[in-house]
């Protein structure tokens, strides 16, 4: 079946604008979670959404970054006021939910803030 | 908090030699312990889930073992296909669902 998809593949966006990234999950897993991967650092967890509970955004680094999930499927992470420390690549998985964890992860967006 | 420790960072071997990639972790309850397989460019592949110390699982050339405070994947007679950076992470067994990842080691396996 098809995999988790995210658009676009690159950004390349100037300091100071906004910036949107889509996530779409593995059809039936309820569990989705956003993760940046940064040159020379490992990946470092953003948020998790878990059916139609309340977001755990713990691992948001600032008020710039929030996320939303429509419908229990697609999810776009938004980024305002982009800063070059965001320039990374930002990851997706999505997870079954219940009984099984393992998680399984989108190609990336590679976002470069210049 | 959860902390996951790769070695070797880097590692070259010759096709057909055997080795092992190892995965010190500190988690405050393992819910499991994943392997993935990352490529350049690529987001990372899934390989194995360990819930418990003594489970072992295999995949072709790979196979990755548990104990209460690290984890092993062995890599017998690798291939130049086999190259890779691999990468380790512990889920713990609170309410939070998300993985932490160690650094992950390079792999590179030559002809």
């Known amino acids: 079946g098809a995999g988790v998809s995210q658009s676009p593949s690159n950004k390349v966006t100037e300091k100071g604008k906004d910036v949107e990234l889509r996530c779409d999950p593995i059809?039936?897993?309820?569990?989705l979670y956003w993760y940046r991967q940064s040159l020379g650092q490992g990946l470092e967890f953003l948020i998790y959404f878990q059916g139609n509970s309340a977001p755990d955004k713990s691992g948001l680094p600032s008020d710039r970054f929030s996320a939303e999930r429509t419908g229990g499927s697609v999810s776009t992470l938004t980024i305002q006021r982009t800063q070059q420390e965001d320039s990374a690549v930002y990851l997706c998985a999505s997870s079954p939910g219940t009984g099984s964890y393992e998680q399984y992860f989108g190609p990336g967006t590679r976002l470069t803030v210049t | 908090e959860d902390q996951v420790t790769q070695s070797p960072e880097a590692l070259r071997l010759q096709e057909g030699e055997s080795s092992s990639l190892n995965c010190s972790y500190t988690v405050s309850g393992l819910r499991g312990l994943f392997w993935y397989r990352q490529d350049p460019g690529k987001g990372p592949e899934f390989l194995f889930t360990l819930y418990s110390a003594g489970e072992e699982k295999e995949k072709e050339r790979l196979k990755a073992t548990l104990t209460k405070k690290e984890s092993f994947l062995h890599i017998t007679a690798p291939k130049p296909e086999d190259s890779a950076t691999y990468l380790c992470?512990?889920?713990?067994?609170?309410?939070?669902?998300?993985?932490?990842f160690g650094s992950g080691t390079q792999l590179t396996v030559l002809p």
């Open positions: 059809s039936g897993h309820t569990a």
């Open positions: 992470a512990v889920q713990h067994s609170g309410s939070a669902r998300q993985l932490t």
